[in-house]
């Protein structure tokens, strides 16, 4: 099943900010704000695990 994603962690915690923007989405988990991307489970948990193992190179 497709579903809304952020591209940046790979949440579906997401929500569109601006009606007559239709490219304007917010993600409450990374405070992404931008276009989000359409997949499934499996391009979540990918994506997820990237940005985690990309957060732990910041700190």
Do not use: F
Not at 25 to 37: A, F, K, L, R
Request: glycine share 6%.
């Amino acid at each position: 099943m497709m579903q809304k994603i952020c591209p940046r962690c790979g949440s579906r915690n997401v929500k569109w900010i601006i009606p007559q923007n239709w490219s304007q989405w917010v993600c409450y988990d990374c405070d992404y704000t931008g276009p989000i991307i359409e997949g499934n489970q499996d391009l979540a948990e990918e994506i997820h695990e990237n940005y985690v193992e990309s957060q732990k190179h910041e700190k």
